[in-house]
């Protein structure tokens, strides 16, 4: 959940954004209309200052109550507060110039909403809308929260994993014991980096749920259920969607024709790599376009046909360094600051901390490498799991 102080925060800054975007967005219009008579300004400049201070006012107890949340609550609460505000700061206004305060000045207030004040009022939505959501969701959705706060999901295997579905690798035997163990392993590595991990239900006909990732992406305190591509994947998300809002999260979801798998979203920063491939098509990418552009993030779609998700080839270092395995890579050139790494393995690392991160034991040559590059590594085992085209990252989502 949001802390108490965040939240004040992020409601005062973007109660002065959008105050101040309404503020010389709506002067700026009733400077030009009248001819952009320099001796106008002075008299605009008054006339809309009291509304933008008591718009900062409502706007900012209204952000602190979480409006922004959803697009729909904003625009509702911002026309109620463009109205209170343009009433109110005229009324001031009337009051400040000495003016008498009796039922003309009531019926010229009233009548403004209608006239002059209007392009207040729709101004106030529109900012709202735009300024106010990005602003608010930079400073809360994706701020960085204390370790204490870390919270991991996973799922334990299915004893029918090794039915699960094979796109790029023959099948082999998978040892569904030594996969229990492997698992364990990788929950108890998690929980030893300072995660409370939380368990979503198993389920034995699910074959491929170990892999979680796939099912939800988060960003921030917004959580993205996915629309998997494989057909005998789509049922997992039902426990996955219980267990997430069970931790007071904003869910969002991809609906069918859209798919979209969590392993083919890589997040750097406020960049947003997405892999079109096999199991992530074009309607997919566009559903999450539309929902992480108005949180702030930028959403880059690149080809992925060497491999089965995007994470599979390449993953990020905890200061955005792309790394990846080259020959699974369709094109580094895509990849600001890219690091090849020398085993396929080592192309899937999970950020555990700004100085650590945990990979496959399965390449020890890119552990190294990374070690050399100043961050601590903690490997585990998963052969098990890469043997199903998985990895370390597929086996958890992390909550930050």
């Known amino acids: 959940m949001i802390s108490a102080q965040r939240r004040m925060a992020a409601a005062f800054i973007s109660g002065i954004a959008v105050a101040g975007t309404v503020y010389l967005a709506t002067g700026l219009a009733f400077f030009t209309s009248n001819g952009a008579a320099a001796e106008n300004l002075p008299t605009i400049a008054e006339y809309f200052l009291p509304m933008a201070l008591v718009l900062f006012l409502l706007y900012s107890l209204a952000a602190a109550l979480e409006i922004h949340r959803y697009w729909y609550t904003t625009a509702v609460s911002a026309l109620v507060i463009g109205i209170a505000a343009a009433f109110f700061g005229t009324a001031l206004g009337i009051i400040a110039s000495g003016a008498e305060w009796n039922p003309e000045a009531m019926a010229f207030i009233l009548a403004s909403l209608l006239g002059t004040n209007l392009i207040f009022v729709v101004a106030t939505i529109v900012t709202a809308l735009t300024v106010g959501r990005r602003v608010w969701f930079a400073m809360v959705a994706r701020a960085p929260q204390s370790?204490?706060?870390?919270?991991?999901?996973?799922?334990?295997?299915?004893?029918?994993?090794?039915?699960?579905?094979?796109?790029?690798?023959?099948?082999?035997?998978?040892?569904?014991?030594?996969?229990?163990?492997?698992?364990?392993?990788?929950?108890?590595?998690?929980?030893?980096?300072?995660?409370?991990?939380?368990?979503?239900?198993?389920?034995?006909?699910?074959?491929?749920?170990?892999?979680?990732?796939?099912?939800?992406?988060?960003?921030?305190?917004?959580?993205?259920?996915?629309?998997?591509?494989?057909?005998?994947?789509?049922?997992?998300?039902?426990?996955?969607?219980?267990?997430?809002?069970?931790?007071?999260?904003?869910?969002?979801?991809?609906?069918?024709?859209?798919?979209?798998?969590?392993?083919?979203?890589?997040?750097?920063?406020?960049?947003?790599?997405?892999?079109?491939?096999?199991?992530?098509?074009?309607?997919?990418?566009?559903?999450?376009?539309?929902?992480?552009?108005?949180?702030?993030?930028?959403?880059?779609?690149?080809?992925?046909?060497?491999?089965?998700?995007?994470?599979?080839?390449?993953?990020?270092?905890?200061?955005?360094?792309?790394?990846?395995?080259?020959?699974?890579?369709?094109?580094?050139?895509?990849?600001?600051?890219f690091l090849a790494v020398p085993e396929a393995e080592g192309a899937a690392v999970v950020v555990l901390s700004d100085d650590a991160v945990l990979m496959s034991s399965s390449a020890p040559k890119t552990a190294a490498l990374i070690e050399n590059l100043g961050y601590r590594v903690v490997t585990v085992d998963v052969s098990e799991f890469e043997k199903m085209e998985g990895c370390v990252t597929c086996l958890s989502v992390r909550i930050r």
């Open 147 to 337: 370790t204490s706060t870390l919270t991991a999901l996973v799922r334990a295997p299915s004893s029918r994993m090794a039915e699960g579905e094979l796109t790029h690798l023959d099948r082999v035997p998978v040892d569904a014991d030594l996969a229990d163990s492997q698992w364990e392993a990788y929950v108890a590595a998690l929980k030893d980096n300072g995660f409370e991990v939380i368990e979503v239900p198993a389920d034995d006909d699910l074959a491929d749920s170990v892999f979680i990732e796939d099912t939800v992406v988060m960003f921030g305190e917004v959580a993205v259920l996915t629309s998997p591509g494989a057909e005998s994947r789509q049922a997992e998300i039902d426990a996955v969607r219980e267990s997430v809002a069970g931790l007071g999260l904003e869910l969002r979801e991809i609906t069918q024709p859209g798919t979209l798998d969590g392993g083919d979203v890589l997040k750097v920063g406020s960049t947003v790599y997405v892999g079109r491939g096999g199991r992530t098509n074009a309607e997919g990418i566009r559903q999450l376009r539309a929902i992480v552009t108005p949180l702030g993030y930028t959403l880059i779609a690149v080809p992925v046909e060497k491999v089965l998700h995007l994470k599979s080839g390449v993953t990020a270092l905890p200061d955005g360094t792309i790394i990846g395995y080259p020959d699974l890579v369709d094109n580094v050139d895509l990849y600001d600051r």
